[in-house]
């Protein structure tokens, strides 16, 4: 522990001149891929929250209306089905995927209905790490997306859990999402969750822990610090997995915020190049790319 809080403080020390350049330059960052994980979506009891998710799309709209791209990556299905249908938190895999069956499609209601309100279209797209896996399909998924967003239809993408087996499986939305910010060349990756960022031990056990508001490499002893971290509720990934997520992008170039989705105004705040959430960048990262010119997505490995 003493080695990685060491580490905390070295990140955390003389950024600001750096950090405030960084984050200037998300301004510019027109196509963005937005992650919202299943404690954003739902409560506990798999309920959705509504006004939560209200405030997500409006700002969405909001950026969509000064010409950006955003798809949506979004959890919750699972939480969703529990809630409609009732099924204790441990289920087998097969009943995860009637849970997933029934709540994609509460899911998606909520989302047409939401985004309706402010005049946009969503259209539901349901992947499996195949779909990803060969250059033939990956370009025809790439391609449905690009259609989608030329027409100002926003994406809402899940795994498709009710199909997906061990071998196809992605695992977790944050991979998911970084794959998909690399196939459509994204500018930005930013994950929702229900904590402000990554720290340097897991907030809800240490009360003095220290949030780390930028990372330039994920290294051993990043990744030390989010192990034991904790995961809620029928969600699948945590911490480590968007740490996975923000070094798959990083090393296409893409940087990555990881956010609380329960802030007032937290992508318009993250667009603005506010201090919001911690912020994942290299040297690499974000040059400025036209959106459009794809990369293709190489394998990789919710809260804490």
Not at 21 to 39: D, E, M, Y
């Amino acid at each position: 522990m003493g080695k990685a809080l060491r580490r905390s403080e070295e990140i955390s020390a003389a950024y600001s001149e750096y950090e405030t350049r960084k984050r200037a330059a998300l301004t510019r960052a027109r196509r963005i891929v937005v992650k919202i994980g299943s404690s954003t979506v739902t409560d506990a009891n798999g309920t959705f929250n509504e006004e939560l998710l209200r405030g997500i799309v409006e700002q969405v709209s909001t950026l969509m209306a000064e010409g950006r791209e955003v798809v949506v990556v979004s959890s919750g299905a699972m939480a969703a089905g529990r809630g409609r249908i009732g099924r204790e938190k441990t289920v087998s895999i097969t009943e995860k995927q009637v849970l997933a069956a029934v709540g994609q499609g509460l899911l998606m209601r909520s989302y047409e209905t939401l985004f309706e309100e402010f005049g946009l279209t969503v259209g539901q797209v349901l992947l499996t790490r195949d779909d990803l896996g060969s250059p033939k399909r990956s370009a025809l998924c790439r391609d449905t997306l690009e259609a989608m967003l030329k027409r100002r239809i926003v994406p809402i993408i899940n795994e498709n859990d009710t199909v997906a087996v061990e071998e196809i499986r992605f695992g977790d939305n944050d991979t998911l999402s970084a794959r998909v910010a690399v196939l459509l060349n994204a500018d930005l990756l930013v994950l929702l969750t229900d904590t402000e960022g990554f720290y340097d031990k897991d907030p809800r056990v240490h009360p003095d822990a220290r949030l780390i508001t930028t990372v330039k490499t994920i290294d051993p002893s990043i990744l030390a610090m989010a192990q034991g971290t904790r995961n809620v509720d029928i969600a699948t990934g945590g911490m480590i997995t968007k740490l996975w997520a923000a070094n798959m992008v990083l090393q296409h170039g893409v940087p990555a915020v990881i956010a609380n989705g329960s802030r007032p105004g937290v992508l318009k705040s993250i667009l603005e190049g506010r201090m919001i959430g911690t912020l994942f960048v290299g040297d690499k990262a974000f040059q400025g790319r036209k959106p459009g010119k794809a990369a293709s997505g190489g394998e990789s490995h919710d809260s804490y």
